[in-house]
Every structure is written in structure tokens, then in C-alpha cells.
């Protein structure tokens, strides 16, 4: 059953230099219990579809239902039935753990009588209910995280929306971040939608949706995805890149693909292939590996580059709209 239903979705911003599409007549569904996965990169639609998705923005076309409500002809219903996780901090630290989910208790009209077993109940889950009466400001980045996710999960929403949940964490804390998620998961009967353009954090989904430029160029699990790399990926950098690529497309039958100063190309059975390359090469090569695919070979098969850094105009204005719909 779907949670979630997304049929022909756009949104257009208008900037100085006239209108930009941020999402483009995007469609997808979301199961019930199901880890979902907004896979791009910054800028391409991910950050709008979810705040249209959570009614904080309103679609310039189409429509989606949540929880089997519209989101815009119902949107109390969908509030009441999603925990929203954003990509930049949203916690009061001028106020303890304890008093941040007390006021969201509140806003969620969550029942008083219920309010301390329930704010207990999360924070222990995130592993916080020590410093419950500390204030936030004394927390690390990776604590101010786990205290989203649980005031995100306060009043029991159906789906959890995580946007970018570890963007500028180190190593170290987006691993244990992850570890939360997956403990949530099997605690609670919920569905979790994820946006990020980590690729290692997308492995995590049963379904992944690969955006760019505001539109879904793929979507499936992850094995599936990289199920479309023909095999083994090899990356090399020669001394005479045109002369190389030319010679690889021609001697071998495969599509050579260029990026970042390297050439990528998917052979079958690598590391028996690899030997043989080298030594009949008649160009310099220097450097070359071999690894199995990845979700970042996929994207770079489906653009033609790997994915990028830099933000967009429509995603910019989108944060600045959000903070004032929080303030």
C-alpha cells in the first residue's frame, strides 16, 4: 500500500533572471513502511519536492496525497501525519532537550497526560535522556541531529522526513546517525523519506529515486540500479587522454566515459581483464584501479558526470522560505 502518491509534480521560482524549474513534472510512490531515498545533488529538486510534500510549499502543478490526504486541499491532515527532519538547524538552543520537545508536545497537541512518557520515550531512543535538562547550545552537531529526530518522532507522524540529516557531520557521527535510523525502523511502525547526496547513505534504502535538474531519472533498489553497470568499473588517467579514449572505444567496443580528468569504462570480469589492458596498452598510463559498481557510477552513466556540489538558485530561495514559515 502507498503512503505516498506523486502524480505529474512541478514547481517553478521566479528569480531575477525570470522563472526556474526546481522539480519537473515529477512522479513516483512511496510504500508504507518503506526507507525511500531522494538521491542527487544539491540543487536538484530534492529539498523542494519535500516541502511541498510536507505542505510548506505549494506545488505550481500536479498533485500528491499523503497518508490517503491531499496535500493541498488537506494540509492540517498531512502536518498531524508527517515528522519533518530539516537540512538546517531548527532547534531553540536557548532552551534544554526537555523544553524543545515540550513546546513541539504542545504545537502537536500531543495530550498532556501523555506528554513526559512520550518525551522520555524518544529521548532515550536517541540515547539523550541524560542530558534532557541541558541546554541545547551545549550540544554537538551530531546531538542537535538525534534531538531533531526525536522531535520529529514525538507524535507518532506515519512518515519521517529526513532532509539531508547528516550534511556537515563528520564520518564518525553520520555512521552513528545511521544507527539511530535503523534502530527507529525496527522499533516503529513508520516510514522514513530520505533525501541526500551521499551515496553511501543511499545503500541504506529499499528504494532509491536519483534526481537531477528537478526531474527522477531512475528509481528502483540499489542492487537494481547498479545492476545497469554492465560490470566491473575501471577509472584511469593517460598521459594522451583523446589518444586513450579513442583507443579503448575502438579496440574493446565500450562506451569510455570522461570526468574529473579520468576516463571510466565497465568491462566484465576485471580483475582478469585488468592484466591484459596494461600490458597491450600502447599508451602511458598513469594510474588505474578496479572496483565493483557504486550508486556514484550509476549517476555518472545517467548524466555523463558525477554528481555535483554546487547549489541552486531555487534551492537557495527555498531555505529562505522555510526559516521564515518556522520563525
Known amino acids: 500500500m502507498n503512503i505516498i502518491e506523486v502524480v505529474n509534480l512541478s514547481k517553478n521560482f521566479k528569480t531575477k533572471k525570470g522563472f526556474i524549474t526546481a522539480v519537473k513534472d515529477v512522479s513516483f510512490n512511496v510504500k508504507r513502511g518503506e526507507l525511500f531515498g531522494f538521491l542527487g545533488p544539491n540543487g536538484a529538486g530534492k529539498t523542494t519536492t519535500i516541502n511541498i510534500l510536507c505542505t510548506l510549499l505549494a506545488p505550481t502543478s500536479g498533485r500528491a496525497a499523503l497518508n ?7 494540509p492540517n491532515e498531512v502536518r ?23 513546546f513541539h508536545a504542545m504545537l502537536y497537541n500531543v495530550p498532556k497526560s501523555l506528554r513526559n512518557d512520550r518525551i522520555k520515550y524518544v529521548l532515550k531512543m536517541v540515547e ?3 542530558r534532557k535538562d541541558d541546554m541545547v547550545n551545549t550540544f554537538s552537531g551530531g546531538m542537535k541531529r538525534r534531538l531533531e529526530i526525536a522531535r520529529g518522532l514525538l507524535h507518532y ?11 556537515g557531520l563528520d564520518p564518525q557521527t553520520r555512521s552513528h546517525i545511521w544507527e539511530y535510523i535503523h534502530q527507529l525502523r525496527k522499533k516503529e511502525d513508520i516510514t522514513i523519506f530520505l533525501t541526500t547526496h551521499y551515496m553511501a547513505e543511499a545503500e541504506n534504502c ?9 526531474e527522477i531519472i531512475a ?8 545492476k545497469q553497470i554492465g560490470g566491473d568499473v575501471v577509472s584511469l588517467v593517460a598521459e594522451e587522454k583523446a589518444m586513450a579514449k579513442k583507443t579503448i572505444e575502438k579496440e574493446y567496443s565500450v562506451s569510455v566515459m570522461e570526468d574529473d580528468g579520468k576516463l571510466y569504462f565497465e568491462v566484465k570480469e576485471g580483475e582478469t581483464f585488468l592484466p591484459k589492458f596494461i600490458k597491450k596498452a600502447d599508451f602511458k598510463i598513469l594510474s588505474i584501479s578496479l572496483r565493483r559498481p557504486t550508486l556514484e557510477d550509476v549517476f555518472l552513466k545517467l548524466t555523463g558526470r558525477h554528481i555535483r556540489e554546487e547549489a541552486a538558485e531555487a534551492d537557495t530561495a527555498l531555505k529562505i522560505h522555510a526559516r521564515r514559515l518556522r520563525k
Open 128 to 130: 539523550l535522556y541524560e
Open 206 to 214: 529499499d528504494r532509491v529515486a536519483i534526481i537531477d535538474y528537478g
Open 157 to 167: 507522524p506515519k512518515v519521517l522526513f529526513l532532509d539531508e540529516p547528516t550534511l
Open 68 to 74: 490517503s490526504y491531499d496535500i493541498v486541499s488537506n
Open 80 to 102: 498531524q501525519s508527517i515528522g519533518l527532519v530539516f537540512q538546517d538547524p531548527s532547534l531553540d538552543e536557548r532552551l534544554t532537550a526537555r523544553e524543545n520537545l515540550e
Open 219 to 226: 528509481i528502483d533498489s540499489p542492487d537494481n540500479l547498479k
